[in-house]
Each structure stands twice: as C-alpha cells, then as structure tokens.
C-alpha cells in the first residue's frame, strides 16, 4: 500500500489558517469591537433577482413529473454553452461553436485538473505572486518537485516575477515552459493586461508549443473598454490557449457554483486534441452541473439579469475607488483597483507583510490579506478586497487615516 506521496511536500495551508487565529485572538481581546473585513475573496451581495427567479422556476419543473430531468450533458446544457457564445464571445466578436464550451461546478478545479490533459515532465510556469489553487494543483498530481523554501519554493515550477519594475505583467519564460497559469484581471495584484502584452504570450506560446492556462474570473470587472475581456480576443490564440470562467465573482455564485472552460478545437499538441481530451475526461469523471444553477445563470445574461449584475460589480468597484483614495491618503502606494476588485497595496517606507496586516489589526480592527501569503514576491504587500460592505470599508478606511496621521 502506498499513499500519494506528493501530500507529503505539500505545505499547510498556512495563510488562511494563519489569519484566522490572528483574527480570533484579537477578538478576545477586544470583546466590544467590531472588526472589519477587507480581506475576503469571497463577494458579499446576493445573486441577482433575475437568476433567483430562474432558479426557483426550473426547482418547480424538477418537481413536476411532465418537467423532471435527471442527468443531463456531462458538458452542460445547451441552452447555457449557445447563450454563453453568444453574449460572451460572438459579441465581442469571438466566433466559438458552443461545443468549445465545458460547463463546470466552479473552476478552481478546472484549473487544476486540466493538468490531466499533459504530461507529467511538463515545465509549468507560475507568477509570483499567485492564487494559490495552481500551485496546489500542480503540487499534488506531482509537476511542482519538491518544495524549498530556501531554494525559492518548488524546484521544478518555473516562477515568473510580478514586481513593481515589471508593472506587474511577468515578462515571458527565459527557459522552457510548457504550461503557462495567466490571470488577468489578476488576483492578488489587480493588474489587468492589454491586447498588445496578451498577444506576446499568445505568439510566444505558438512558437514555443507551449499552452496558455488563462484565468478570466474577474472580466467583468474591466471597466476599461480597451481592454480585452478575452485571450481569444488576440489573434491565433485558438491554437495556444484554454480559458476559465467563472460566474462566482460576477454574479455571486460563490455558493451555487457554476463556471466554464473554453477548449477551442484548433488547440492540438503531440497530434491529440486537447478538445476531445477534455470531453473524455468529462465523461469519465463528471455528470455535470445541476439544471437548477445552469439556468440559473442562463439568466445572468437576461436583460434584467445583466443590469442587477451590473449594479453589484459598479457597488464594489466604488468600493474599490474609495479604498485606493483612503490608502493613498495615508501614505501607501497603491495598485490595482480599477479594472479588478483587488487593491494591491505597500508602505511608502518598506515593511513586511505581517508586520503590516498585524498592525492593522491591532490598531485599527482592520483584517487584510498579506501579500507574502501569495508568494515570495508579494512580500511588503497586503490585499484588500472590495467585496466589503460600503459603511464597513469607509469605516475602516477611517480608522486606518487616523493611524498614519
Ligand atoms: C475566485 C477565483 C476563482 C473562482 O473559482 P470558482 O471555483 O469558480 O469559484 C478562480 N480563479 C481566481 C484567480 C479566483 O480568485
């Protein structure tokens, strides 16, 4: 009997745990205060009416005899996948056939379980900083090597640097890289990438037959219209790049769950369809989404449905607006925050991480994310989210004012 021994190398989830008990202890010791979030990744206002109403239609036709469905397509219903090409893609003028579309439970699992698709030498390349699901992924089904943190983390990841001197955009792989984790707009650092920067990576990846794994969970927060919502927006991407959406952070799936994968037919490496690849893995390992979510977010793309979501995404990147504004005003340098919900922010002066969330916390009640929890390069930094509560961020934006002055 053996285990999988890549668990072994797997270090703890430390960064949430970590906070947590910071935030417990704090809370003993201030028993009468209120503590204030603007640390969460997860969003805060309900779905919108149009898919609650969706929702609770397709609840009555799963109770009806005549109207019952059981399993449906392990890639998703139809009526999702053609409402999906139409609105998110052909109206950018993306043409897809709705088969290129995998409908899925959410895709921090699509993320990682796409590494089925390639094999196991592969060289993958990760920023630094990063959402920690890839690397995770990547480290269980054995492509990371072996973790040493002396050595600069995972010994066979290739790590891309996202700093200040880069603008956040991590410049192309000087060695060999086969897969390629992308997010944009980006989590932690907000930065949100240009056509122009895309188009490198799509031309290197063609040349280089490398895959593009392009997270797009936060496009709907590009407010920017210059800027592309799609890697498929660039030229040639079909034959480089898988992408991932999610309606989590759009429409507050959070607790529903419901996301989907683009797998263009043009993309074949070694003679395989990684199309075909991806339906056969489906098949084998999935009966898909649940009818009620799926029409549930058939109706994010009603009228109705797009503007309440709209009215949730212009709440919190006001949010944003006003946590980048009150951060400035005390002295820290601030990045992010206009075409993403994240704000990525350090002291004037240098200061480390959790010297600066403690600080924070102790003084002002204030809970943020640090940034070396992300990665080695996202020392000096925290994250704040702005999926807060308005009066809760202004009040804590308040209280952090009264600190530095
Ligand atoms: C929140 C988030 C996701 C969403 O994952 P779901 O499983 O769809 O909820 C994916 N990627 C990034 C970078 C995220 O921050």
Not at 13 to 31: C, G, M, Q, S, T
Request: net charge neutral; proline share 4%.
């Amino acid at each position: 009997m053996r285990v999988n021994e890549n668990f072994r190398e797997l270090p703890e989830n430390y960064l949430f745990a970590e906070i947590a008990r910071k935030v417990a202890d704090w809370e003993v010791r201030h028993p009468a205060e209120r503590l204030i979030r603007l640390g969460i990744g997860d969003v805060t206002r309900p779905i919108p009416c149009a898919v609650k109403t969706a929702m609770l239609r397709a609840v009555e036709e799963m109770g009806d005899p005549q109207r019952f469905r059981g399993y449906g397509s392990e890639q998703g219903y139809s009526f999702l996948r053609e409402t999906i090409c139409r609105k998110d893609y052909l109206a950018r003028g993306i043409s897809l056939s709705e088969d290129e579309i995998f409908i899925s439970d959410g895709i921090k699992s699509d993320c990682g379980t796409i590494l089925e698709l390639f094999g196991k030498d592969n060289i993958i390349a990760i920023c630094n900083p990063v959402y920690p699901a890839y690397l995770d992924a990547a480290a269980i089904c054995g492509r990371a090597g072996e973790y040493n943190p002396a050595a600069g983390g995972w010994t066979k990841l290739h790590y891309l640097p996202c700093v200040e001197e880069n603008g956040f955009f991590p410049s192309l792989p000087t060695g060999r890289a086969d897969l390629v984790y992308l997010c944009f707009p980006n989590n932690p650092t907000g930065a949100a990438a240009t056509k122009d920067y895309l188009a490198q990576w799509v031309e290197w990846a063609n040349r280089t037959d490398a895959v593009l794994l392009f997270d797009g969970a936060y496009e709907r927060f590009i407010a920017d219209p210059a800027l592309p919502h799609s890697i498929f927006e660039i030229d040639d991407a079909k034959t480089c790049a898988i992408e991932f959406r999610s309606f989590s952070k759009t429409a507050g799936f959070t607790g529903l769950r419901c996301g989907y994968t683009v797998i263009p037919k043009a993309l074949q490496r070694c003679g395989m369809s990684l199309h075909g690849m991806w339906k056969r893995r489906l098949s084998a390992r999935s009966n898909g989404v649940s009818y009620i979510v799926q029409r549930g977010a058939e109706a994010v793309y009603s009228d109705e449905g797009e503007k309440q979501v709209q009215e949730s995404i212009d709440y919190y990147m006001e949010n944003a607006a006003v946590i980048c504004r009150e951060l400035r005003k005390s002295g820290f340098v601030v990045y992010g925050g206009k075409n993403a919900p994240y704000v990525w922010a350090r002291r004037g002066e240098a200061m480390d991480s959790w010297r600066l969330f403690e600080l924070l916390l102790n003084e002002c009640g204030i809970v943020t994310t640090p940034g070396a929890g992300f990665g080695t390069q996202g020392e000096g930094y925290l994250r704040l989210t702005a999926f807060g509560d308005r009066k809760a961020t202004a009040q804590a934006l308040g209280r952090l004012e009264k600190l530095f002055h």
